[in-house]
Nanobody, 124 residues
């Protein structure tokens, strides 16, 4: 059973930075494309970043492009989300997700495995 464990959330002022981490127990880690999603109260789960199996391609929606960076270290079975220039509207629970289809998808439904989520709160 694949387990994903996120860490790194917290409270930060607008303009600040946070780095989220997600450890994937699935082996080999390179089998999985990885994604980060977020969900604010009363809103649907939203794609914020995706990365291919070996990190050669990354994907972002316009809302975070230039501010967020996804990366992975296959030797540590870990995917990261570096978030800079944070805004109050970035406040949400952030989830990492894994899928072994080989394709980075920007909707939540196709991802097979999910972490428990980590809260990110950006104060104005």
């Amino acid at each position: 059973q694949v387990q994903l464990v996120e860490s790194g959330g917290g409270l930060v002022q607008a303009g600040g930075s946070l780095r989220l981490s997600c450890v994937n127990s699935g082996r080999p880690f390179s089998k999985y494309v990885m994604g980060w999603f977020r969900q604010a109260p009363g809103k649907e789960r939203e794609f914020v970043a995706g990365i291919t199996n070996y990190g050669t391609k990354t994907y972002y929606p316009d809302s975070v492009k230039g501010r967020f960076t996804i990366s992975r270290d296959n030797t540590k079975n870990t995917v990261y989300l570096q978030m800079n220039s944070l805004k109050p509207e970035d406040t949400a629970v952030y989830y990492c997700a894994a899928d072994d289809s080989g394709v980075v998808l920007t909707t939540a439904a196709p991802y097979d495995y999910w972490g428990q989520g980590t809260q990110v709160t950006v104060s104005s």
